[in-house]
């Protein structure tokens, strides 16, 4: 998560520097027509251009997001939600740094957004927001498909108790063995007192065994 962070804010505040540095505030430059123009703006305001005016209010509830990340960084277990609060708090941080360094003053700083596409937006942004926006995404996509922070993944047959299964089971083997309607083989009828139930014995042959005795 650390790493993702890191790299989000050093890619967003690279880019920032070189448009203060090569653009004139208000220029523009048409990279591909209207699909992707380079537009430097300063941003007093939200992500994507919006409640311009509220920079300290902005400036507050990142601060609070960063430290909420952080605390919960040690609960974090899956790859894939390290990949999320690492983009989030890159993001975060990304316009946070704007805010707290950048003109007019400490705290209300405006932040640099030069990346516009008007086939999709009229907002103007940078690094930062896109960071945040995939977060997001993929943080509905993971709710979606039920992983959780720490990796684990809902079951479908949850709620249903093994321990009253195997005691069905059991059950039903036991009642099996149990039936009174089961009847056992007979043993084969081989002709010998071994063989034979005395009850179904042959009388003639018990006669013949008294005359010979």
């Excluded at 027509?33 to 919006?50: C, E, I, K, Q, T």
């Excluded at 909420?68 to 990949?83: D, E, G, K, P, Q």
């Excluded at 700083?109 to 896109?130: C, E, K, L, Q, R």
């Excluded at 922070?149 to 321990?163: A, L």
Aim: charged share 20%; net charge negative; glycine share 10%.
């Amino acid at each position: 998560m650390i790493a993702v962070a890191v790299s989000a804010l050093v890619v967003d505040q690279v880019t920032k520097f070189l448009v203060v540095s090569s653009m004139s505030e208000g220029e523009r430059i048409r990279v591909l027509g209207d699909f992707f123009v380079l537009y430097f703006v300063r941003n007093p305001g939200a992500a994507f251009s919006f409640a311009e005016g509220a920079t300290w209010i902005f400036s507050i509830l990142a601060a609070a997001v960063s430290v909420t990340i952080i605390v919960l960084a040690r609960r974090i277990r899956s790859r894939l939600w390290a990949l999320v609060f690492g983009l989030l708090l890159g993001g975060v941080l990304g316009n946070l740094t704007d805010r707290l360094f950048r003109e007019p003053s400490f705290g209300l700083g405006h932040v640099i957004d030069f990346i516009s596409t008007p086939w999709m937006m009229p907002a103007i942004y940078n690094i930062a927001d896109i960071c945040i926006v995939v977060s997001m995404g993929i943080f509905i996509l993971l709710t979606i498909l039920g992983v959780g922070i720490d990796g684990t993944r809902g079951r479908g047959d949850e709620g249903v108790d093994d321990s009253s299964v195997v005691s069905e089971r059991a059950g039903d083997d036991t009642t099996g063995a149990a039936d009174p309607d089961a009847v056992a083989d007979p043993a084969p009828h081989t002709g010998t007192a071994s063989g034979t139930s005395p009850r179904h014995a042959d009388p003639d042959s018990r006669a013949d065994r008294t005359v010979a005795d």
